[in-house]
């Protein structure tokens, strides 16, 4: 075979091979939990510039959004997670993932995800593909208990994964 034809057939493979590539890959943000913001404007909270974590300095339970920046809002969600503190000895973090259609009111709201118990230390809350719904805006909604014994819990960082 000669050179020319055996670089011709090494290029058509590699760039198939690299379509095969580009179309299966996946665009991941991951944003800081400061960028939450609670549904209560004038709600306690308390944010931290250095470690880009915000916590709910009340008493009792905040509800906070934490909006989902999307690339390709025609394309779907295929994973999230919300990394959580949870510093209450009996309530838990929960959040779930609220998908909405760009053009209508119809949308998708997943199940809510625990953090499991008291740890200073961030708890993952996983979500799964949201791949039977084209979307068009996006965000987690997570319920974030109030301060126990004067220690804090709060949201560290978020995530998503959609498919481009």
């Given amino acids: 075979m000669s050179k020319a034809k055996w670089l011709l057939i090494a290029s058509a493979t590699l760039s198939i091979a690299l379509a095969s590539v580009v179309s299966a890959a996946t665009d991941r943000k991951t944003l800081p939990g400061i960028a939450c913001q609670p549904l209560n ?9 250095t470690t880009s974590r915000m916590f709910n300095n009340s008493d009792g339970t905040q509800t906070w959004v934490c909006p989902v920046v999307r690339d390709f809002p025609k394309k779907s969600i295929n994973a ?16 779930r993932l609220h998908a909405r259609d760009e053009f209508t ?16 230390n961030a ?3 996983t979500f ?9 805006a996006a965000h987690y909604q997570c319920e974030v208990p109030g301060k126990y014994s ?5 949201i560290q960082v978020y995530e998503v994964s959609e498919n481009t």
């Avoid at 009111?105 to 200073?120: D, E, L, M, Q, R």
């Fill in 80 to 95: 999230g997670s919300v990394f959580v503190v949870d510093n209450h000895f009996n309530v838990n973090v929960r959040c």
């Fill in 150 to 154: 004067g220690v804090k819990s709060g």
């Fill in 123 to 125: 708890q993952k809350l």
């Fill in 128 to 136: 799964g593909s949201l791949s039977h719904y084209n979307l068009g």
């Fill in 41 to 49: 404007q004038s709600a306690a909270i308390t944010r931290s510039s």
């Fill in 105 to 120: 009111s119809s949308g998708f709201v997943s199940a809510w995800k625990y953090s499991s118990g008291t740890n200073p």
